[in-house]
């Protein structure tokens, strides 16, 4: 079963800095850890400021565009095609994010913290469109991807660019759930077609398939739920997407 977010709905519920923003809240997201995820266009030469919050374990950021980024601990230039790894604790005082000379766009992804999980560390590095092409390209994860950022929790983000016709399939246990952000183009998940800023998330499904008549760049978060910390799966490890 699948729960979608139009962005042409949220154009017309919220203002127009929260056209693509899917927000899961404490208390309608019965799963896991993704409290958020929001897409945000910064104008040129304009500012913005992340708060940390305590419940919070770390924000990824996806980086469409330059960008410059500073906090108490880090201070760093972001081109397209690169991600940020914060952990809003209260130890920080915030990210500011500073536009460039033209406007440029960001991905966040918030995820909350777990009692008793370590907390992730500041991690910025830049990211190799090919390596995306066709595929499901593990970005930053917590389930032992060897090229992926290291994630604290049992999660996983993927990015992934189809094109005309291609197809990938991401397989993972019932008990998670999963997330999918279209960053541009035109998806297909099974009958549903999803557009530029829509989002859909999965209730207990284990194998989704995903398909592009055109080109597509979409994000794919793979979830810990609630339920699944109390199902191990039999071999121990939890599967891992790949593409067909």
């Given at each position: 079963?699948?729960?979608?977010?139009?962005?042409?709905?949220?154009?017309?519920?919220?203002?127009?800095?929260?056209?693509?923003?899917?927000?899961?809240?404490?208390?309608?997201?019965?799963?896991?850890?993704?409290?958020?995820?929001?897409?945000?266009?910064?104008?040129?030469?304009?500012?913005?400021?992340?708060?940390?919050?305590?419940?919070v374990d770390c924000i990824l950021f996806?980086?469409?565009?330059?960008?410059?980024?500073?906090?108490?601990?880090?201070?760093?230039?972001?081109?397209?095609?690169?991600?940020?790894?914060?952990?809003?604790?209260?130890?920080?005082?915030?990210?500011?994010?500073?536009?460039?000379?033209?406007?440029?766009?960001?991905?966040?992804?918030?995820?909350?913290?777990?009692?008793?999980?370590?907390?992730?560390?500041?991690?910025?590095?830049?990211?190799?469109?090919?390596?995306?092409?066709?595929?499901?390209?593990?970005?930053?994860?917590?389930?032992?991807?060897?090229?992926?950022?290291?994630?604290?929790?049992?999660?996983?983000?993927?990015?992934?660019?189809?094109?005309?016709?291609?197809?990938?399939?991401?397989?993972?246990?019932?008990?998670?759930?999963?997330?999918?952000?279209?960053?541009?183009?035109?998806?297909?998940?099974?009958?549903?077609?999803?557009?530029?800023?829509?989002?859909?998330?999965?209730?207990?499904?284990?194998?989704?398939?995903?398909?592009?008549?055109?080109?597509?760049?979409?994000?794919?978060?793979?979830?810990?739920?609630?339920?699944?910390?109390?199902?191990?799966?039999?071999?121990?490890?939890?599967?891992?997407?790949?593409?067909?």
């Open positions: 079963m699948y729960q979608i977010s139009r962005a042409i709905q949220r154009r017309r519920q919220h203002s127009e800095s929260a056209l693509s923003l899917f927000d899961y809240g404490v208390e309608v997201d019965p799963y896991g850890p993704l409290m958020r995820c929001g897409e945000t266009e910064l104008q040129a030469d304009s500012e913005i400021v992340i708060l940390s919050e305590e419940e996806l980086f469409l565009g330059e960008m410059t980024v500073s906090s108490d601990r880090i201070a760093d230039h972001m081109t397209a095609d690169s991600l940020l790894i914060f952990p809003a604790s209260s130890e920080e005082a915030g990210l500011r994010l500073q536009g460039g000379s033209r406007k440029s766009r960001f991905l966040q992804l918030t995820l909350k913290r777990s009692p008793g999980e370590r907390r992730d560390r500041t991690m910025a590095r830049q990211l190799n469109p090919k390596d995306r092409r066709g595929t499901l390209q593990p970005v930053a994860s917590g389930q032992g991807h060897v090229d992926a950022a290291p994630l604290a929790s049992d999660s996983a983000v993927y990015l992934s660019h189809l094109r005309p016709r291609e197809q990938v399939v991401f397989e993972t246990l019932i008990q998670r759930r999963s997330y999918v952000y279209v960053l541009e183009g035109t998806l297909r998940v099974e009958n549903e077609r999803l557009h530029q800023g829509d989002s859909l998330r999965t209730d207990r499904e284990a194998v989704i398939p995903l398909s592009s008549s055109g080109h597509c760049q979409f994000v794919l978060a793979d979830l810990p739920s609630r339920e699944a910390a109390q199902v191990k799966p039999s071999s121990g490890e939890l599967p891992r997407g790949a593409g067909h």
